[in-house]
């Protein structure tokens, strides 16, 4: 059974940068494209980003084009957000999952999600 640890999140100052990392044990996600979904207080989980198992192809949510990027490492069976410009609506729990249907954006299109990591951007 795989499993995924997020790490990374933490308090930052609007304009300011993290890394998200999501760590994978149990398998090997060479094969597997990933993604990078967050949920705010009293809101549906969202689409942030996708990465194909590959690396060649990424997806965003429009509002975070130029501001995130995606990779991922499958040596280190590892994928990273890198977020940039941080502002305070990017507040949110951010999971990672493993892509297992066809829609690159959806939610129930992804599996084995990760327990999350807080993203705070104080103004």
């Known amino acids: 059974q795989v499993q995924l640890v997020e790490s990374g999140g933490g308090l930052v100052q609007a304009g300011g940068s993290l890394r998200l990392s999501c760590a994978a044990s149990g398998r090997s996600l060479s094969t597997s494209s990933m993604g990078w979904f967050r949920q705010a207080p009293g809101k549906e989980r969202e689409f942030v980003a996708a990465?194909?198992?590959?690396?060649?192809?990424?997806f965003y949510k429009d509002s975070m084009k130029g501001r995130f990027t995606i990779s991922r490492d499958n040596a280190r069976n590892t994928m990273y957000l890198q977020m940039n410009s941080l502002k305070p609506e990017d507040t949110a729990v951010y999971y990672c999952?493993?892509?297992?249907?066809?829609?690159?954006?959806?939610?129930?299109?992804?599996?084995?999600w990760g327990q999350g990591t807080q993203v705070t951007v104080s103004s």
């Open positions: 999952a493993i892509k297992r249907g066809g829609n690159w954006y959806g939610v129930r299109d992804y599996d084995y």
């Open positions: 990465i194909s198992w590959s690396g060649e192809r990424t």
